[in-house]
């Protein structure tokens, strides 16, 4: 890997020793091992994003011709109005659902703070 063989990596941490101190090397190391496992899990999940396959569209529920015009109307218009509230969950979460989560958020942080300063 690179070359580097076990004197060269031992020079390498003697002068990481040196240079840094007992104290403040191993908690390099841990923030090291912490980005690279936070890279990887970005990594798989950006890979796993990419080749999932989309999901099919939702098919509309059909209402049964027993029942009368007015109220299959209304069952139609109800099953279109939940699935365009409610979008139909994905594999992994995307950059727009993402952002939408976060706006919803913080719309619920100012309501709260509002609400909070209101009973004060």
Known sequence: M???GVPELILILVV???VFGPGKLP????????????????SNALTAAINAPEPPPAQPAAAPAAQPAAQSAQTVQATTEASAAAP?????PTAATAAAAVEAHKAEQKDAAAEVKTQS
């Open 2 to 4: 690179f070359g580097i």
């Open 16 to 18: 990481g020793l040196i």
């Open 27 to 42: 908690e390099m190391g841990r923030s090291l091992g912490k980005g690279i496992r936070e890279f990887r899990k970005a």
């Open 88 to 92: 139909t969950p994905t594999a992994m």
